[in-house]
């Protein structure tokens, strides 16, 4: 399978690439308004109009219990009786994001689920430490850029010419990363240091994030689904190719990966906050070539190109 997208256009922003750089707890509000089970519907609209909520959590003993929102107050009015306890309401068990998770996966949880808001909770030892909304991501988003990061790496980019003063008919350099499979602690490594090293040789920031992104979606997809491998980029003047080869199960139906939201990650991977769906395609739509050659109980080769 190959795309070549050199006709349309292809632009990850600031935005884009900071999902991939910041984490749940980045963007949680950690300070989190709660009520308890036997707490009357009519307590919990008292507390959202004194804390301009639109939902909080629900604790019994310290652990979480279930969430509860405005439209489960607009329900219970509905019936007439405010003096109905929380526990009558609310959503449980609760959907939750851990604090470590990348923005990321935070933002497929909204999409997929279209809740407004998630409990935010310790990988570890499952307890309470925040709360997200989209308008946490939202401010988040705006206070990284009030420093406006973008227009000092315009300022500071310099285009590469370190392949101007090499003669040779060819010059490449390659840059390789080995990627343990099933080392979700190490997830997103590679990609992180493969950008470090393009901004070194100078490319350009807007090749750089379309470039750690789709590395990014590739490294997971090894992480996730196989033993590991290794991720190699060549980089040459004008694009960088970078090749993920990995000694997998393989993908029974390419055409079908390729599709949005279509994953075959476990369900404790998910739980981890991993296997979205979005890999192949977040993929392609960073790439200005994309080709996925993969055989069932043999691997995957995964190579795709940006132009710089």
């Not at 690439?17 to 009519?42: H, W």
């Not at 109905?84 to 994001?97: A, E, F, G, I, S």
């Not at 499979?181 to 490319?203: E, I, P, T, V, W």
């Amino acid at each position: 399978m190959r795309s070549n997208g050199a006709n349309r256009t292809l632009h990850a922003a600031r935005t884009q690439e900071l999902i991939y750089e910041l984490k749940v707890q980045d963007a949680m509000t950690k300070n989190v308004i709660t009520v308890a089970p036997e707490n009357t519907m009519g307590d919990f609209r008292d507390l959202l109009k004194a804390h301009r909520l639109s939902g909080t959590p629900v604790m019994k003993q310290g652990d979480l219990a279930g969430i509860v929102s405005m439209e489960d107050l607009i329900r219970s009015l509905l019936e007439g009786d405010s003096g109905q306890p929380v526990k009558q309401w609310m959503t449980t068990p609760p959907t939750t994001l851990y604090a470590d998770e990348l923005l990321v996966h935070a933002v497929q949880k909204f999409e997929r689920h279209g809740f407004g808001r998630f409990p935010v909770i310790d990988r570890k030892t499952k307890a309470l430490v925040g709360i997200l909304a989209k308008g946490d991501i939202i401010r988040c988003m705006l206070q990284r850029l009030e420093i406006d990061l973008e227009e000092k790496e315009i300022k500071q980019y310099k285009p590469c010419d370190c392949f101007s003063e090499l003669v040779s008919d060819r010059t490449t350099l390659a840059l390789r990363y080995r990627i343990e499979g099933g080392k979700f602690d190490d997830a997103g490594k590679a990609a992180s240091q493969l950008k470090q090293n393009l901004r070194r040789l100078g490319l350009s920031p807007e090749a750089v994030r379309r470039i750690t992104i789709a590395s990014y979606e590739a490294e997971m997809n090894l992480v996730i689904f196989t033993n590991g491998g290794e991720l190699t980029a060549t980089v040459e003047s004008g694009k960088v190719t970078v090749t993920v080869v990995d000694h997998g199960p393989g993908i029974p139906d390419v055409e079908q990966a390729m599709q949005p939201g279509y994953s075959t990650a476990p369900d404790w991977v998910r739980e981890l906050g991993f296997g979205a769906g979005m890999g192949l395609p977040n993929i392609k739509n960073c790439s200005n070539e994309l080709k996925v050659d993969s055989k069932v109980g043999e691997g995957t080769r995964i190579e795709f190109t940006v132009f710089t």
